[in-house]
């Protein structure tokens, strides 16, 4: 199945500064790569997606790289603010031909110090 | 927020004792999920359900069982409850044909003596 790996596993930032989470898959198969936040003490919440059909993706502050090739993904976050402390997990899927399953990374832990 | 709810949310329960987990959705959704997190593992697949009836394992299914009888209620059941089952788990549900975002839930706090 789908392996997710994540690196580092935790990023300190100063406020202001960019944060970059990176991510490898092993299926190349996978079409489909997530990026989820979790609060301390609250469920993951999807910020940003990317399909295998593009190569990078923004919304505001936060961007999604995909590089198929290497099969790596990476997030990243400008300008960061202290409510970007979370830990962010990244994911892959096939989806659309009956796998339902997603992989998730192990999750990187993010501080932005004020 | 999507409408699920997990019950119960916290339970503190001795070894070998059953457990059982819900998990209740008011989307229609036809997957559901349940996962498990602890430190260092981050979210792992214990099993889910493409349909009433319909369901399969994941990458860390022993010592569970689930049943969906329903669309809107997906049950995780621990028949034995042991220590190493201590974790917070999280039901999960989603519209794959449409965007394959999960939806998560608030998350069920087991602890196991």
């Known amino acids: 199945g789908e392996n997710v790996e994540q690196h580092p596993s935790t990023l300190s930032v100063q406020e202001g500064d960019s944060a970059v989470i990176k991510c490898t898959y092993s299926?190349?198969?996978?079409?489909?790569f997530p990026w989820y936040k979790q609060e301390l003490g609250k469920r993951p919440q999807l910020i940003i997606d990317i399909r295998s059909n593009v190569g990078e993706k923004k919304d505001q502050r936060i961007a999604v790289t995909l590089n198929k090739t290497a099969k790596h993904f990476s997030l990243h976050i400008t300008e960061t603010q202290p409510e970007d402390s979370a830990v962010y997990f990244c994911a892959a899927s096939l989806i659309g031909y009956g796998n339902n399953r997603l992989a998730f990374g192990k999750g990187n832990q993010v501080v932005v110090i004020p | 927020d999507a409408g699920i709810t997990q019950s119960p949310r916290h339970k503190v329960t001795e070894t070998g004792t059953p457990v059982t987990l819900r998990c209740h959705q008011t989307?229609?959704?036809?997957?559901m999920y349940w996962y498990r997190q602890d430190p260092g593992h981050g979210l792992r697949l214990i099993h889910y359900s493409y349909g009433v009836k319909d369901t399969d394992k994941g990458e860390v299914s022993d010592g569970y069982s689930v049943s969906r009888s329903k669309t809107e209620d997906f049950l995780l059941t621990l028949e034995s409850a042991t220590s190493s089952q201590t974790s917070v788990y999280f039901c999960?549900?989603?519209?794959?044909?449409?965007?394959?975002?999960?939806?998560f839930g608030e998350g069920s706090r087991l602890t196991v003596l």
């Open positions: 999960a549900i989603s519209d794959r044909q449409n965007t394959g975002e999960l939806f």
């Open positions: 989307e229609n959704h036809r997957y």
């Open positions: 299926d190349s198969a996978s079409n489909y």
